[in-house]
């Protein structure tokens, strides 16, 4: 099976620092591939190189089998592509419902009017904001906002959604909530690339873990496993505890 997204040796300098060094990974239709390691190793900026926040010094990065790589972020979201943010980002002074409906209109088949307002409702109710659409995004706690801004991802009907730490700070109810929410868009075919450090979420939701430190890429394979190895441990808790 041909995979949906392939990233092929990619690499980022910021002036003398590899951020990204080498990478390579592949992710296919209905998965959920976890991206992990210690904070630091590169993981946020791979999603920035994804996304088209920032542009690869060297390798390639390919969509469905088209090459994607230093598009702008606009050109990769209608492609297919969206993402949260590990520092939400959502348009405060506008309700929950225009926050969605906003991207709505920017997505590969753009929603207008009554279409579009049918559409943010379906999502926020989704998402468990159903009875927030008209309070301001800027009044709503940090966990709500992280929820709208998975409803306004899901707003550009995505192919491949990039979550950046989305279940951080989540308490066990909400957090048992939250992966049942990306487990139904996994069964529906979605794929995601996850970031995270709840490796709870990571046990239980995906089907392999690509593991980085200093940029580059340690160790691959199924959670459990890739876990337990000596150099991932290290990794995250040093050389005493291996």
Not at 10 to 39: K, M, Q, T, Y
Not at 60 to 85: D, K, M, N, Q
Not at 162 to 173: F, I, K, Q, R, S
Request: charged share 15%; with cysteine.
């Amino acid at each position: 099976m041909s995979a949906l997204l392939l990233v092929e040796a990619l690499s980022c300098r910021f002036g003398g620092l590899v951020a990204v060094d080498g990478l390579s990974l592949e992710l296919h239709g209905g998965e959920i591939l976890g991206l992990i390691g210690p904070n630091g190793s590169g993981k946020t900026t791979v999603m920035n190189l994804i996304s088209g926040a920032l542009r690869p010094h060297s390798g390639r990065v390919w969509l469905g089998g088209r090459s994607i790589g230093g598009l702008p972020a606009h050109a990769i979201a209608r492609l297919g592509v969206a993402r949260t943010f590990q520092l939400v980002r959502v348009l405060g002074s506008m309700s929950c419902l225009q926050n969605v409906q906003a991207a709505l209109a920017f997505g590969a088949r753009p929603l207008w009017g009554r279409e579009a307002e049918s559409s943010a409702h379906r999502l926020l109710e989704r998402v468990g904001l159903g009875a927030f659409s008209q309070v301001r995004a800027g009044e709503l706690t940090y966990i709500d906002q992280k929820r709208l801004e998975l409803a306004r991802a899901l707003g550009l009907a995505p192919r491949l959604l990039l979550l950046d730490e989305w279940l951080a700070g989540l308490n066990p109810t909400e957090l048992q909530q939250g992966m049942g929410l990306l487990a139904s868009l996994r069964d529906e075919g979605m794929a995601m690339l996850m970031v995270e450090h709840v490796m709870h979420a990571i046990r239980g939701l995906c089907s392999r873990v690509v593991v980085m430190s200093a940029g580059a890429r340690i160790a691959e394979g199924l959670p459990e496993q890739v876990l337990a190895q000596p150099e991932v441990v290290i990794a995250y808790l040093g050389q005493e505890h291996a």
